[in-house]
């Protein structure tokens, strides 16, 4: 055990998860209440085109992933926005079209296949330096645009219409969201990997919401849950020898069924 | 003769709903002080006229002026309180409690932020009490009743001292007694502290003792003018054709 904590890769790993923890506990809270708990996994979509587009182009995965990702984040919006779509319809779209296209790259160019399947999954624990920078860079940016129009996101979560008149810019905190959740999955590709980042963003949210009374227990609860499944999760998959996202993903089911039980007994 | 303060101008405002007309040549002017009811059948087009006022919707023909401005170039929205219909069919999940639901309006936007910067709390428990809510800041809304949901959005709605409150139909779900008490609220605002009111509503018999003034509405403008009157004028009997009524619901 004491040799696991001193190791760079377990520390690192850590760092990583409880970064990337802050951010989708904060982020997915609105998500859920936004009725948006799917943007996750549409967007998660769109990033495995973006990688596959850096293979393709040997230009680095991540960055084009995340340029990509936050262009389908708009394009999500904008579709919505003009479309008159129903529900889900635009990131359903969307979301098609990057598996689409990530499929059609990954036949044009071989050779690249089981790196790119490493994303599929995720690896934790092969996360680099400069990743753990990013995922502290990403929660930074995440905890100050939540922060600063935390009662405006509150206040249109809740009441939209009542917070259009109000003066609440409705349109450009609906861009943030967005454009901050395509960066939190970018960096989850390769802490959790693409099919399971958006559990991160809905269960931790989801557990919150059956145990608080207020918005800001919610959020701390949230936070509190994504923490306990990364670091559980984590710790878990060395100890059995198994996949970190799958361990992080079942820990977060279990802390959520057990908030639903709670919940239930009361 | 005192000059009356303009508040809200529509001026030959018409909306459709893709080809259907909902609105035709809307004139109306809402002065500081009023309290108007405006009623009409279903689909008249009251909820389309009163979106029009705060911008939600955006009218075909016409302008909207609000406080002296044209409403594309208005800003100073903390002076306008606004309850949309069915608003408290809100998520009974929200996690929310009272005291979010009226911090939020609080912080609505930066100019707003600043302008309550130093007493949010002491807001909150004063509008609170306004609305007769006082010990309920921490309780989440969601444990509320019908009544004291619509009190608190009431709350959210003035803890920004607006100067203009527009209802579209608050108390649908709402049991007589509460609906009595809270235009009772209503009517005290606009008397004792001279807030302007527009309240839409089909069920003019309850509101009747504490409006001053009637719009009357079917997509045309059937009357506009002081209450008294319009209980005597030819508009009125059309308004009854609808199967409305003048008078208070008996209650035992």
């Known amino acids: 055990m004491t040799e696991l904590l001193a190791s760079g890769i377990f520390q690192r790993a850590v760092m990583a998860g409880l970064f990337l923890a802050l951010s989708c506990g904060l982020l997915g809270v609105f998500l859920v209440l936004r009725k948006e708990a799917m943007i996750g996994h549409g967007l998660s979509h769109v990033a495995f085109a973006g990688l596959a587009l850096g293979f393709v182009l040997n230009l680095l995965p991540m960055a084009v992933s995340l340029a990509l990702c936050l262009l389908g984040a708009l394009l999500i919006l904008e579709i919505r926005e003009r479309g008159s779509l129903y529900g889900d319809t635009a990131l359903g779209i969307i979301s098609s079209a990057g598996l689409a296209l990530g499929i059609l790259l990954i036949s044009l160019k071989r050779g690249f296949g089981l790196e790119l399947m490493s994303f599929l999954f995720g690896d934790i624990l092969a996360v680099s330096p400069v990743e753990v920078w990013f995922a502290i860079f990403l929660a930074i940016v995440v905890v100050i645009s939540l922060s600063f129009n935390y009662h405006q996101l509150i206040f249109m979560t809740f009441d939209r219409e009542a917070a259009m008149v109000s003066g609440v810019r409705v349109k450009k905190l609906d861009r943030m969201m967005v454009l901050l959740t395509a960066m939190t999955i970018v960096l989850g590709l390769k802490l959790v990997g693409i099919l399971l980042v958006s559990a991160l963003l809905i269960i931790p949210a989801s557990a919150a919401l059956q145990v608080s009374k207020n918005f800001k227990q919610t959020m701390l609860a949230s936070t509190l849950f994504s923490f306990v499944a990364i670091i559980s999760g984590i710790y878990l998959s060395y100890l059995l020898d198994a996949p970190a996202a799958a361990m992080i993903v079942f820990v977060s089911l279990l802390i959520f069924l057990g908030t639903l039980l709670g919940k239930r007994k009361k | ?252």
């Not at chain 2, 001026?11 to 002065?31: G, H, Q, R, W």
């Not at chain 2, 800003?75 to 608003?87: L, N, P, T, V």
């Not at chain 2, 707003?112 to 609305?131: D, E």
């Not at chain 2, 004291?148 to 649908?172: F, G, H, S, W």
């Open chain 2, 1 to 252: 003769m005192i000059e009356l303060e303009e508040i809200i101008r529509i001026e030959k405002v018409s909306f459709n709903y893709d080809s259907s007309p909902a609105l035709e040549n809307i004139n109306l002017t809402i002065y500081r002080g009023d309290f108007l009811a405006v009623i009409g059948p279903n689909g008249s087009g009251k909820t389309t006229l009163l979106k029009i006022m705060v911008g939600l919707l955006k009218p075909a023909s016409g302008q909207v002026v609000l406080f002296g401005q044209e409403i594309e170039k208005f800003r100073d929205w903390h002076k306008i309180g606004y309850i949309q219909q069915k608003a408290t069919n809100f998520d009974p999940n929200f996690p929310i409690s009272v005291e979010e639901v009226i911090a939020s309006s609080l912080n609505s936007s930066p100019e707003v932020r600043k302008k309550f910067r130093a007493s949010q709390k002491q807001k909150i428990i004063q509008v609170l009490s306004t609305v007769g809510l006082e010990q309920l800041g921490p309780r989440p809304i969601n444990s509320l009743s019908g009544g004291q949901q619509q009190r608190v959005l009431i709350a959210r709605a003035l803890v920004t001292q607006p100067e203009i409150l527009l209802l579209d139909e608050p108390t649908t779900g709402v049991d007589l007694k509460a609906q009595e008490e809270f235009y009772d609220l209503l009517g005290s605002l606009n008397k004792q502290h001279n807030l302007t009111i527009v309240l839409v509503t089909h069920d003019f018999g309850i509101v009747n003792m504490h409006v001053t003034k009637v719009a009357c509405l079917n997509q045309k403008l059937i009357y506009h003018g002081q209450h008294e009157e319009f209980c005597s004028s030819s508009a009125v009997q059309e308004f009854l054709k609808g199967g409305h009524h003048l008078v208070s619901h008996q209650h035992w």
